[in-house]
């Protein structure tokens, strides 16, 4: 809620499912936001309004692939015409297309890139002026513990979370001085779509690299977000956060 007890307006890309999901559902209860959350396709998006009106929530459903630039700069301003200003922004959206560095084709480098890092520049550069004018924003990002450990076989997807890393520090300097902060958030493994792929076996591997012995879950990271996108967290800038069970 906004200091002149307007609601504050929350875009969360990638909301569709797994820790996207959760952080919308969280921002819209605890936050007491208007949530707009992307999916690619159009029921996606749909499913979107209905957890929100089934939850008796404020929010909504949008289309959006981020691999599109166009499109991201076209629905930004749609929304900020819509509702004036989106004060909180969380680049959620994400994808793998893991090969060793040796292999990897010149798209699966790129699409990675597109979609984990610079989707976060577009989005944020659109944000940014109204929310400057409000003299208060929250930039969050979801990174990876990937970002700071790297993976064999994820070159590009570590590449583009680290470089998350110094957006988020970079930025944050930038735009500290009109109250907008910016933060990324790092999961370990969470318990989504991209982590259902693995067998037993490789899931009872990484379970053992956890030190709490546990798989998160997605409301884990939404708890972090949640309160990152609070006023209770004014102070706070240009962090990464892990949350990770203690594996880093
Ligand atoms: P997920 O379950 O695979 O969901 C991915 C979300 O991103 C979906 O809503 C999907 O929309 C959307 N998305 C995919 N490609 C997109 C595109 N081109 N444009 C716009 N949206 C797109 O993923 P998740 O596990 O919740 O991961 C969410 C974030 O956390 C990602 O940034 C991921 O890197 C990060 N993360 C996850 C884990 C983990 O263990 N799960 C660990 C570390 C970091 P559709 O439903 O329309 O496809």
Same mark, same amino acid.
């Given at each position: 809620? /906004?200091?002149? *007890? ?9 909301? @569709? ?17 208007? $949530? ?19 939850? *008796? ?5 949008? +289309?959006?692939? $981020? ?17 004036? /200003? ?7 959206? =994400? ?16 699409? $990675? ?10 989005? @944020? ?21 990937? *970002? @700071?450990?790297?993976?064999? =076989? ?11 890393? =110094? ?14 902060? $910016?933060?990324? +958030? ?38 972090? &977000?949640?309160?990152?996108? /609070?006023?209770?967290?004014?102070? &706070?800038?240009?962090? +990464?956060?892990?949350?990770? *069970?203690?594996?880093?």
């Amino acid at each position: 809620m /906004s200091q002149n *007890g307007q609601p504050k307006i929350a875009f969360v890309t990638g909301a @569709s499912r797994g820790i996207g999901r959760a952080i919308a559902l969280k921002l819209a209860s605890e936050n007491a936001c208007t $949530v707009i959350g992307t999916a690619t396709s159009r029921a996606g998006a749909d499913r979107i309004s209905k957890f929100f009106s089934d939850a *008796g929530l404020n929010g909504y459903g949008v +289309v959006l692939d $981020v691999h599109e630039t166009g499109q991201i700069q076209k629905t930004l301003a749609e929304i900020i015409d819509r509702h004036q /200003s989106i004060d909180i922004l969380i680049n959620n959206a =994400g994808i793998t297309r893991d090969n060793l560095l040796m292999r990897m084709k010149e798209n699966e480098w790129y699409d $990675v890139i597109k979609v984990n890092l610079d989707a976060a520049y577009f989005t @944020s550069k659109a944000c940014l002026r109204t929310m400057m004018k409000a003299r208060w924003g929250r930039i969050i990002q979801i990174g990876s513990v990937i *970002g @700071s450990i790297g993976n064999a =076989g994820q070159s590009n997807y570590a590449a583009a979370k680290a470089g998350l890393i =110094g957006l988020t520090k970079s930025l944050a300097c930038e735009v500290a001085p009109r109250n907008i902060t $910016v933060n990324l +958030v790092a999961p370990g493994f969470i318990e989504t779509d991209m982590v259902a792929a693995l067998s037993d076996k490789q899931r009872q591997q990484l379970v053992e690299h956890i030190p709490n012995k546990k798989i998160g879950k997605p409301e884990d990271i939404a708890h972090m &977000v949640c309160f990152l996108a /609070s006023y209770r967290a004014d102070y &706070v800038t240009g962090q +990464v956060i892990h949350v990770n *069970g203690g594996m880093y």
